[in-house]
């Protein structure tokens, strides 16, 4: 069975170069298993061009440090909140609001991540950011 240090997961999965050393990832089984840090920020913009202009991807957490905004566009849902110490599920047609500099350890469906990473890495590329980092 694979075990690794969140800070030993390989940058990028070594699948999504762009993504930066923010966003450290590993395939195991049918889950991505990833570590992110991240700066505080807005990331709706993200999502333009995916189905809704939200993400397609649930997410299965845990915030060691920060704060993470999870917002349901054109739903009734209210916004869920998840801060340091505490685990989260963000079902998919959400977009994401880091309200602080936060680290959190997800799980996702490989299939579903690796969809939405191709999209930010795609956003960077037709916007001629090669060598640009994305923060997801």
């Known amino acids: 069975m694979p075990v690794s240090k969140l800070t030993d997961?390989?940058?990028?999965?070594?699948?999504?170069p762009l993504c930066g050393v923010g966003f450290r990832s590993v395939h195991w089984g049918d889950l991505e298993v990833g570590y992110t840090t991240t700066i505080a920020?807005?990331?709706?913009?993200?999502?333009?061009?995916?189905?809704?202009?939200?993400c397609q991807c649930p997410h299965y957490g845990y915030v060691f440090k920060g704060r993470i905004?999870?917002?349901?566009?054109?739903?009734?849902?209210?916004?869920?909140?998840?801060?340091?110490?505490?685990?989260?599920f963000f079902p998919?047609?959400?977009?994401?609001?880091?309200?602080?500099?936060?680290e959190a350890l997800e799980l996702n469906p490989?299939?579903?991540?690796?969809?939405?990473?191709?999209?930010?890495?795609?956003?960077?590329?037709?916007?001629?950011?090669?060598g640009t980092t994305v923060e997801p």
């Open 41 to 54: 920020a807005d990331h709706t913009a993200g999502y333009h061009g995916l189905p809704g202009g939200v």
């Open 92 to 102: 998919a047609g959400h977009v994401l609001i880091y309200e602080e500099v936060t």
């Open 110 to 130: 490989a299939d579903a991540l690796g969809r939405l990473m191709d999209h930010f890495e795609g956003m960077v590329a037709r916007s001629n950011g090669a």
């Open 9 to 16: 997961l390989p940058v990028g999965g070594g699948r999504w």
């Open 69 to 88: 905004r999870c917002h349901f566009p054109g739903a009734d849902w209210p916004d869920e909140v998840a801060q340091a110490g505490e685990a989260y």
